[in-house]
């Protein structure tokens, strides 16, 4: 391609030159192996055309997976955000559990002392009642 266009600009180069009379094959042949000398064989080019084609179509599929990762990796923050609110709420309603056990067990303490200090007062009186007058 370069090659096509090098050879296009020594070409009107060369009518140029002539029109004018001199010689231009020295100096045509001298920008003609400038100009090789800055660009590539072909089979080298097409190579490098070949190589960064495979990097730019691996580079999708890189890419292309990253999306999916991170698309998923949204997906879980959401489940896990989801799971903790859940997981706070349970906590707070084991603690109000907790609490409401907590009080539940201390009035049956007291309701069982209470029956126990009950019994004892009817096995008082029920003792006296059996005692033999004095």
Same mark, same amino acid.
């Given at each position: 391609?370069?090659?096509?266009?090098?050879?296009?600009?020594?070409?009107?180069?060369?009518?140029?030159?002539?029109?004018?009379?001199?010689?231009?094959?020295?100096?045509?042949?001298?920008?003609? *192996?400038?100009? #090789?000398?800055? +660009? $590539?064989?072909?089979?080298?080019?097409?190579? &490098?055309? %070949?190589? /960064?084609?495979?990097? =730019?179509?691996?580079?999708?599929?890189?890419?292309?997976?990253?999306?999916?990762?991170?698309?998923?990796?949204?997906?879980?923050?959401?489940?896990?955000?989801?799971?903790?609110?859940?997981?706070?709420?349970?906590?707070?309603?084991?603690?109000? *559990?907790?609490? #409401?056990?907590? +009080? $539940?067990?201390?009035?049956?303490?007291?309701? &069982?002392? %209470?029956? /126990?200090?009950?019994? =004892?007062?009817?096995?008082?009186?029920?003792?006296?009642?059996?005692?033999?007058?004095?």
């Amino acid at each position: 391609m370069r090659l096509r266009a090098s050879t296009c600009l020594v070409l009107a180069a060369v009518s140029a030159i002539t029109a004018c009379g001199e010689d231009p094959v020295p100096k045509l042949e001298s920008e003609r *192996a400038a100009l #090789l000398e800055k +660009t $590539r064989p072909k089979a080298e080019f097409w190579s &490098e055309v %070949e190589r /960064k084609g495979g990097y =730019a179509k691996e580079k999708a599929g890189v890419d292309k997976e990253i999306g999916a990762i991170e698309a998923q990796m949204a997906a879980l923050q959401a489940e896990h955000d989801a799971l903790t609110a859940a997981l706070e709420q349970s906590r707070s309603v084991n603690a109000q *559990a907790d609490a #409401l056990l907590a +009080t $539940r067990r201390a009035e049956r303490d007291r309701l &069982e002392r %209470e029956v /126990k200090e009950r019994a =004892a007062t009817l096995e008082h009186y029920a003792a006296r009642r059996e005692a033999p007058p004095s």
